[in-house]
């Protein structure tokens, strides 16, 4: 029998040791959630962070190439455009932010093989195209910064909705730069008849050649595209006088800004 004074001593003495083993327990238990919180904040990008990449060339509609009819097909060929305006959206391709290039898409029609083997007859092979990224300059020209591989078409015609090219490596872009489309032989990703205020694009290419002969006329025609205007060398600055209303180029490029990406460019 434990005398009463001394039963209450011990009950407190029992009850105080598991009462400091429940808070060495619970803090234990805390310090380990704490603990994976902490990593988890550290492995997971800032809440301001837009995991949302950026879009570029969206607008609130999107055209139809003409092709393969032979009264509306036409295409891009040897140049390097940027659209300026594209339904009623002023500069949809200038980067508003730092960031990475990292896939664009074209939109290609369905062409006869009759049209294919003329256009690569006139332009020198198969449809292929390259994405750019440029920097505006002065007087009208244009810096070319950096350029994906070149893309073969051919096998992409007549897809179904836009095609999606990833880039293995993506394309650093600043803010201001744009991205621009080259038709390193031929491209029918090419809307025409379009409405003028809301719809131009600008081409690499002198003034002097901005009146691009009619296929109507196939001597001077082909003498025209014997010569390429397209922007090919990286670092190097040409002229983008030429620009061209109610026709658009549909190609769009994906944006990740540099703060969704967790890196820094500067």
Request: glycine share 6%.
């Given at each position: 029998m434990?005398?009463?004074?001394?039963?209450?001593?011990?009950?407190?003495?029992?009850?105080?040791?598991?009462?400091?083993?429940?808070?060495?327990?619970?803090?234990?238990?805390?310090?380990?959630?704490?603990?994976?919180?902490?990593?988890?904040?550290?492995?997971?990008?800032?809440?301001?962070?837009?995991?949302?990449?950026?879009?570029l060339g969206k607008t609130p509609s999107y055209p139809e190439s003409g092709c393969p009819a032979t009264n509306a097909c036409e295409v891009v060929a040897r140049v390097t455009g940027i659209q300026m305006r594209a339904a009623g959206v002023d500069h949809p391709f200038r980067a508003p932010v730092d960031g990475q290039l990292v896939a664009w898409w074209l939109k290609l029609p369905t062409l006869r093989s009759t049209q294919i083997d003329t256009f690569n007859s006139l332009f020198g092979g198969e449809p292929a195209a390259r994405v750019v990224v440029l920097r505006r300059g002065v007087n009208g020209r244009f810096r070319l910064l950096r350029q994906s591989a070149t893309q073969a078409l051919r096998g992409d015609l007549g897809a179904k909705g836009?095609?999606?090219?990833?880039?293995?490596?993506?394309?650093?872009?600043?803010?201001?730069?744009?991205?621009?489309?080259?038709?390193?032989?031929?491209?029918?990703?090419?809307?025409?008849?379009?409405?003028?205020?809301?719809?131009?694009?600008?081409?690499?290419?002198?003034?002097?050649?901005?009146?691009?002969?009619?296929?109507s006329r196939p001597k001077r025609f082909k003498e025209y595209y014997r010569r390429t205007d397209a922007h090919l060398e990286s670092s190097t600055a040409q002229e983008y006088r030429c620009t061209y209303q109610t026709a658009r180029l549909l190609y769009w490029a994906r944006l990740v800004p540099d703060a969704a990406a967790g890196t820094s460019n500067r």
């Open positions: 434990i005398p009463s004074k001394a039963r209450n001593l011990w009950v407190r003495g029992v009850f105080g040791q598991m009462m400091h083993s429940t808070v060495f327990r619970f803090a234990a238990l805390a310090a380990a959630v704490l603990a994976c919180a902490a990593t988890a904040l550290a492995a997971a990008p800032p809440q301001n962070v837009a995991s949302r990449s950026i879009v836009r095609v999606r090219y990833r880039l293995a490596e993506p394309l650093q872009v600043k803010e201001g730069d744009y991205v621009g489309l080259t038709a390193v032989t031929w491209i029918p990703a090419f809307a025409v008849n379009l409405d003028a205020g809301g719809n131009e694009w600008l081409a690499s290419r002198p003034e002097r050649r901005c009146s691009t002969p009619s296929s």
